[in-house]
């Protein structure tokens, strides 16, 4: 995800330094979305067809054959007690926080029913 932030906002970005994490941050991060492209890299590719990640979805939609692709990325960043090295303190990040109400899935809990460019998940399988 780092390397995603640095090849596409900002080289500066750092994983361990939130002093990094405001310059040139993504236009929809209060969405808690990074951007509009697609994060085609090796490790996105390589969760969507880890066995074991695979199995886990398998389970919860209840389904052997699924169909997957790699869209965009997510990240919040913290808002509570971050540390801040370079000042070896703590501090609150109001402007970092969410849109309240505001959370993002591809899946609707409450019916089963998953998209994703325009497929639909054929059965109310999550209750």
Same mark, same amino acid.
């Given at each position: ?5 640095? $090849?596409?906002f900002?080289?500066?970005?750092r994983?361990?330094?939130? $002093?990094? %994490?405001s310059?040139? %941050? ?5 969405l ?9 890299y090796p ?11 695979? @199995? ?22 913290? +808002?509570?007690?971050? =540390?801040f090295? +370079?000042?070896?303190?703590? $501090?609150?990040?109001?402007? %970092? @926080?969410?849109?309240?109400? %505001? ?8 019916t089963?029913?998953a998209?994703? =460019?325009?497929? $639909? ?7």
């Amino acid at each position: 995800m780092a390397f995603f932030l640095q $090849e596409t906002f900002n080289p500066d970005i750092r994983r361990d330094q939130p $002093e990094t %994490w405001s310059y040139k %941050w993504p236009n929809f991060s209060k969405l808690g979305i990074l951007g509009n492209n697609r994060w085609l890299y090796p490790q996105a590719c390589d969760n969507r067809q880890n066995p074991n990640i695979y @199995k886990v979805f398998q389970i919860l939609f209840g389904e052997r054959e699924l169909i997957v692709n790699i869209t965009r990325a997510g990240l919040m960043r913290p +808002t509570k007690n971050i =540390y801040f090295s +370079t000042r070896n303190e703590f $501090e609150d990040r109001e402007n %970092w @926080k969410t849109i309240s109400d %505001w959370l993002h899935l591809d899946m609707n809990p409450l019916t089963g029913r998953a998209t994703t =460019y325009g497929f $639909e998940h054929r059965r109310n399988r999550i209750s």
